[in-house]
């Protein structure tokens, strides 16, 4: 079945330093999503991606989507504390449900 | 954005007793419902897809005589976990979809002693 990988499990990183976590797929998504979640809370959605190649911004955080559709990555510019959490990627398929990544942890030293 | 409420929070309860966990999409309706397991400091793992009106659609693994599926009506959803062990204690969480984003549940914690 499909598969959705994350690297790193974990970053420790101080603050205003740079982050990036990346998402890779055994299979060609059709989308893929972006969600955080912090500490004892649920996941709470950033973005969609549906274009091969597209690039999103959110403020500090900039999203791209690979051009085979396999892969995607987070980057968070200059990190602040309130950016913890662990970052998931998902990739759709078609009407199939989200098979969510296996998430990187993200801790912000002050 | 659109709001889906689970209940409860929490639940401990004995093992060998049954679970029932509502999730209730409150501002919009949802056809579409998806349950989702969380263990610690892992990934959210696709239990079942629930359809209103329909059979609920169990991921490969998933007994669906253990966690049963309920889809009565467009905004509520239920996931009952009968005869509850210890390995079944987890964060399950569940989400609607509305126009292609997950809007999920605050998660309910189950402890089964």
């Known amino acids: 079945g499909q598969q959705v990988m994350q690297i790193p499990q974990y970053q420790h990183v101080q603050e205003g330093e740079d982050f990036t976590t990346y998402c890779n797929s055994s299979t060609t998504l059709s989308n893929i999503q972006w969600y955080k979640q912090r500490p004892g809370g649920h996941p709470v959605f950033l973005i969609q991606?549906?274009?091969?190649?597209e690039v999103k911004k959110q403020k500090r955080l900039t999203f791209q989507f690979g051009e085979a559709k396999k892969n995607s990555s987070l980057h968070i510019t200059a990190t602040q504390t309130t950016d913890v959490g662990t970052y998931f990627c998902a990739g759709g398929r078609g009407r199939r449900a989200l098979t969510f990544g296996s998430g990187t942890r993200l801790q912000v030293q002050p | 954005g659109a709001v889906v409420s689970q209940h409860p929070s929490w639940v401990i309860c004995k093992s060998g007793t049954s679970v029932k966990i509502e999730c209730r999409s409150l501002?919009?309706?949802?056809?579409?419902m998806f349950w989702y397991r969380q263990f610690p400091k892992q990934s959210l793992m696709l239990m079942a897809t629930?359809?209103?009106?329909?059979?609920?659609?169990?991921e490969q693994g998933v007994e669906k005589d253990k966690f049963l599926i309920n889809h009565a009506s467009l905004t509520l959803s239920t996931l009952t976990v009968t005869s509850a062990h210890p390995e079944d204690s987890s964060f399950y969480i569940c989400?609607?979809?509305?126009?292609?984003?997950?809007?999920f549940g605050e998660g309910s914690r189950l402890t089964v002693l």
């Open positions: 991606l549906v274009k091969s190649g």
């Open positions: 501002d919009f309706q949802a056809t579409t």
């Open positions: 629930s359809n209103e009106g329909s059979k609920a659609t169990y």
């Open positions: 989400s609607a979809d509305m126009s292609g984003e997950l809007f």
